[in-house]
C-alpha cells in the first residue's frame, strides 16, 4: 500500500513542529509547503528532519516547496499559512490579513488536491475554516478546523494540576467559537471515569474555564512574538492521524453545522467522529441553560466573523 501524504501549507512555528511529529510518527510522506518570499525555508526544514530520521526510527520521506503544485496527491492538507497575532492582538485582528492568504491557499487546494481532508489552523480560527470550505468548494465533511482539540487539552491540563492528578486521566470538552468566548463544559470533565463534579466545585471549575478561554494570550504574551506552536502542532496531527487511519477519534473542532445546536451554515467548535470519510458525525451533547447560552454567545462571535467573511470576498 502506499504511504499517505500529508502536506502542510504554511512551513513556520507550527508547520515545521507537525512535521516533526508526522514523521516521528511515521504517519505519512510530508511536504512543506511555503510562500516564495520564504526561499529555501521549507526545503531546509524538511532536510533537516530528514537528516535525523535514523535516530527517531522514521522512513518517511519529507520535501519543502514554494510552488503549490507540490500539493498534488496529499491525503490530508494541514493549514497554517497566514500570521499569528502579537501581543497586544486579538485573533480577531487577524481576519483581514489572513483572509486573503486562505482564498489563495483554497484556490490550490481546490486545483491541486480536491480529494483531500482539510485541517485549518489559521486564525481567526473559525472564520478562516468557513472561508476556505466556502473557497475552495470541498464538502464540509472533508473541511474542519483545528482548536478544540487544543483548548479541551489546556483545559485538562489546568483541571490536572488543580487536582494533582495525571494529566492522562483527564478528558475535557471545550465547545464553541476559538476566541473568549469559547465555553467549557463542568459535567463533560471526567477524571479517570469519575464525573469531574465530584471532584471539584463549580466556582473553581470556572476560574480553570477563563484561564483555558485566555490560554492563548497567555503564551502570546509570554512569548513575546508570535504564538503557540507545540500544542497547536500536536492537536493537529491527532486529527489527521484519525483520519488516515480511520480511527472514529470523538473531539471538538469547527465544523459545518446544519441544524445541529440550531445554528446552519456555521463553523462552530463542537464534538465529532472523525474517521475515513472525514466528519462522520456530529454529536449534539446536552447543554444546561447557562452553557446554553454561552454557548450562543459564541455562535454569534463566529457569525459576526463570517459576516465580514461574506461581505469581503
Ligand atoms: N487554531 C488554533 O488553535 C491556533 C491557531 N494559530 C494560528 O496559526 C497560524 C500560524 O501560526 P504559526 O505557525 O505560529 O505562524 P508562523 O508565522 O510561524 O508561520 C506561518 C507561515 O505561513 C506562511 N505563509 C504566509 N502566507 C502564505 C501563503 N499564501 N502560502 C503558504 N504559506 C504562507 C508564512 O511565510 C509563515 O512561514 C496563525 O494564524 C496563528 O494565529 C496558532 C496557534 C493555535
Ligand atoms: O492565541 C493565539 O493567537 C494562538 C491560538 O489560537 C492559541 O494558542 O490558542
Not at 131 to 138: H, P, R
Request: aromatic share 4%.
Amino acid at each position: 500500500m502506499a504511504r499517505k501524504k500529508i502536506a502542510l501549507v504554511g512551513a513556520g512555528q507550527i508547520g515545521g513542529t507537525m512535521a516533526l511529529v508526522a514523521a516521528q510518527k511515521n504517519l505519512g510522506d510530508v511536504v512543506l509547503i511555503d510562500i516564495p518570499m520564504t526561499q529555501g525555508m521549507p526545503k531546509g526544514k524538511a532536510l533537516d528532519i530528514m537528516e535525523g530520521r535514523s535516530v527517531i526510527n522514521s522512513s518517511v520521506d519529507l520535501q519543502g516547496s514554494t510552488d503549490y503544485a507540490a500539493l498534488k496527491g496529499a491525503d490530508v492538507v494541514i493549514v497554517t499559512a497566514g500570521f499569528p497575532r502579537m501581543p497586544g492582538m486579538s485573533r480577531d485582528d487577524l481576519l483581514e490579513k489572513n483572509c486573503g492568504v486562505i482564498k489563495t491557499v483554497a484556490e490550490a487546494i481546490k486545483e491541486h488536491a480536491p480529494d483531500a481532508f482539510v485541517i485549518v489552523i489559521t486564525n481567526p480560527l473559525d472564520a478562516m475554516v468557513y472561508n476556505m470550505q466556502k473557497q475552495s468548494g470541498l464538502p464540509a465533511n472533508k473541511v474542519i478546523g483545528m482548536a478544540g482539540v487544543l483548548d479541551s487539552a489546556r483545559l485538562a491540563c489546568f483541571v490536572a494540576d488543580e487536582l494533582g492528578v495525571s494529566v492522562e486521566d483527564v478528558k475535557a470538552l471545550v465547545l464553541g467559537g476559538h476566541g473568549d468566548t469559547m465555553v467549557s463544559i463542568y459535567e463533560s470533565v471526567s477524571v479517570g471515569g469519575i464525573p469531574l463534579p465530584q471532584l471539584m466545585t463549580k466556582e473553581k471549575f470556572a476560574e480553570l474555564a477563563k484561564r483555558t478561554a485566555g490560554a492563548g494570550g497567555e503564551i502570546v504574551n509570554l512569548l513575546g512574538r508570535g504564538s503557540a506552536f507545540y500544542s497547536p502542532a500536536t492537536s493537529a496531527i491527532h486529527m489527521a492521524e484519525a483520519y488516515l487511519l480511520d480511527k472514529k477519534n470523538v473531539f471538538s473542532c469547527a465544523a459545518k453545522l446544519n441544524g445541529e445546536y440550531g445554528v446552519k451554515g456555521l463553523y462552530c467548535g463542537v464534538p465529532v467522529v472523525v474517521g475515513a470519510n472525514g466528519v462522520e458525525k456530529i454529536i449534539e451533547v446536552k447543554l444546561t441553560a447557562d452553557e446554553k447560552a454561552a454557548f450562543d454567545k459564541s455562535v454569534e462571535a463566529c457569525q459576526k466573523n463570517a459576516d465580514w467573511v461574506d461581505a469581503h470576498t
